[in-house]
C-alpha cells in the first residue's frame, strides 16, 4: 500500500535548467494536485487534475507546467528553474466517490542555485 | 471558499486534551470544516470533517457550533508525536475545481 509516492525526494538544480517531477499514486483515486511549500507558509496549489488527460491551473502556476497521460501519474515541470522556484513539492490525490480527504506524497525537496 | 482564522501556536501537555479551535463565520451552508495536520517536513495528512454535526474518529473529534461558525477539533489525549501543524479548512464538496486552500495553521506543541 505505497500511496502517493513521488521521486525524486531531493534535487539541486541550476537556474535555467529543466526537471520533472514525478508523483505515482496507486490508489485509482480521479483528482490529482500539485502543491508548492515554502519555509514558514502553507501549501499553495500549482496545478491539479481531475481526470486523465485534462490539467487545470491553481493559485500560482506560472513556470510550470503538468501533463496526465496516465491516471496513476501526475507530472510537473520546470522548464527553466529559477531561485524563487526553491521550495518543497507536493503532490496529492484523492476520488471523487464520497466525501474524503487528500493523501499526501512525502515531497520533494528542490533546490535552485 | 470560506477564510479560517487559527491561533498561530498552542502548546498542550503531553497525555491531556489539545483543543485546537478555528473561526469561519463566513462559512455557507454547503461548505464543510476539514482538518489536517502537518508533521515536521512531511506531507499533509487528513485528520477529519463535518458538515454540521459532531464527529469522532480513531484520530479526533469535531465539535461544530450550532451556528457553524467556529470548531473546535480535539485531540483527546496528545502524545509528542502530535506535534505538528494544524490546518483548519473550510470548502465545498463536489465542486468541479475541487481545490483545497491551506493556510499557515496553528502549530501545536506538546509537551512532555
Known amino acids: 500500500n505505497a500511496g502517493v509516492t513521488q521521486t525524486p525526494k531531493f534535487r539541486v538544480l541550476k537556474t535555467g535548467q529543466s526537471m520533472t517531477l514525478l508523483c505515482a499514486q496507486d490508489m485509482n483515486h480521479e483528482y490529482m494536485y500539485w502543491y508548492r511549500q515554502d519555509p514558514g507558509m502553507g501549501l499553495r496549489l500549482i496545478h491539479y487534475s481531475v481526470g486523465e488527460g485534462t490539467t487545470a491551473k491553481g493559485e500560482v502556476p506560472d513556470g510550470y507546467n503538468v501533463s496526465r497521460l496516465k491516471k496513476q501519474n501526475f507530472l510537473l515541470g520546470l522548464e527553466s528553474a529559477a531561485p524563487s522556484q526553491t521550495s518543497v513539492y507536493f503532490c496529492a490525490s484523492r476520488s471523487f466517490q464520497g466525501n474524503y480527504g487528500y493523501t499526501f506524497g512525502s515531497g520533494t525537496r528542490l533546490t535552485v542555485v | 471558499d470560506a477564510k479560517t482564522t487559527q491561533p498561530p501556536s498552542m502548546d498542550c501537555a503531553e497525555g491531556r486534551a489539545a483543543n485546537l479551535p478555528c473561526n469561519h463565520s463566513?462559512?455557507?451552508?454547503?461548505?464543510?470544516v476539514y482538518w489536517y495536520r502537518q508533521i515536521h517536513s512531511q506531507g499533509p495528512q487528513y485528520i477529519i470533517h463535518g458538515l454540521k454535526n459532531n464527529e469522532t474518529n480513531e484520530m479526533a473529534s469535531l465539535i461544530i457550533t450550532e451556528d457553524r461558525k467556529s470548531s473546535t477539533l480535539i485531540l483527546p489525549h496528545a502524545t509528542l508525536r502530535d506535534t505538528a501543524v494544524y490546518y483548519c479548512i473550510v470548502r465545498v464538496w463536489g465542486l468541479g475545481d475541487n481545490d483545497m486552500r491551506f493556510g499557515a495553521g496553528t502549530r501545536l506543541t506538546v509537551k512532555p
Open positions: 463566513t462559512i455557507s451552508g454547503n461548505e464543510y
